[in-house]
């Protein structure tokens, strides 16, 4: 099994997909999405295929059932029923993807980003069933709110940690509270062009906001580091924001 996974292979891949549910007797469609959708231009080698398949009422079980359609264009090495409606994939090739197959009566509930038509049936209209695509949603949280969800993140975390709950801890102080620096990074620095990810803000966040993606490396050392990690997002947060005195005393405390 080879790891060559060029742009164009993913694409060429795709379009044998398209081409394999074309024979198919109900299908209606191939949505391409993320970067084998609209957002082309940041296809590179590390890309997966992420699709939606499209089928005739009362035929998405006999597509999950039996993935020959898949196969069709590329011998299979591993599947994986990741949720009811979809799978994780590997061809042979190293070619690796996600797809979860639709009515189009579900398409009402379907959460999607923009995606593009790598094939559908003549006699299908998705227009009449497909929602409008999900925007990126606006903070609702206040920069204050943020900031002090993040400095309770460390105070429970390090509790959690001194006490011998180690994963639990690096959860609330290397997950959360490193979570809300990734909330609070469009309050501290302009985002730079790129394609933002509406469902996951982690998504390039290294080129989106590069000034703050710098304390990262500090904040993450790992499982045996959390009392580090806590205090590099509690210097973080202190240098740019209010923080009370007294909190601020008690998570030092903490990380000593």
């Not at 099994?1 to 024979?23: C, H, K, P, Y």
């Not at 920069?143 to 105070?155: F, G, H, P, R, S």
Request: hydrophobic share 45%.
């Amino acid at each position: 099994m080879t790891e060559n996974r060029s742009a164009s292979r993913l694409l060429d891949r795709l379009d044998a997909i398209g081409q394999a549910l074309a024979e198919t007797p109900a299908a209606l469609g191939l949505l391409g999405l993320g970067s084998v959708g609209v957002e082309l231009a940041r296809l590179d080698a590390y890309s997966d295929l992420d699709f939606y398949v499209i089928v005739r009422e009362g035929h998405k079980a006999t597509y999950l059932q039996d993935l020959a359609w898949l196969a069709t264009a590329c011998p299979l090495a591993y599947t994986f029923q990741n949720t009811a409606d979809g799978f994780k994939f590997l061809y042979r090739d190293g070619l690796y993807g996600e797809f979860a197959v639709f009515e189009p009566a579900e398409l009402a509930s379907v959460s999607y980003a923009v995606g593009r038509w790598v094939w559908r049936a003549p006699d299908w209209d998705p227009d009449a069933w497909l929602p409008a695509p999900r925007q990126p949603q606006p903070l609702t949280q206040t920069v204050d709110a943020l900031v002090n969800e993040a400095l309770t993140n460390l105070y429970v975390g390090l509790g959690r940690y001194r006490r011998g709950e180690k994963l639990s801890a690096l959860r609330f102080i290397q997950g959360y509270a490193v979570d809300r620096i990734v909330d609070l990074a469009p309050h501290l620095e302009t985002a730079q062009p790129g394609f933002e990810d509406s469902f996951n803000r982690e998504r390039r966040f290294e080129a989106r906001f590069p000034q703050t993606a710098t304390v990262l490396a500090s904040c993450l050392p790992g499982y045996d580091a959390t009392p580090a990690a806590a205090r590099a997002i509690l210097q973080f947060l202190s240098a740019r924001f209010p923080v009370n005195p007294a909190l601020k005393t008690a998570i030092e405390r903490l990380c000593d």
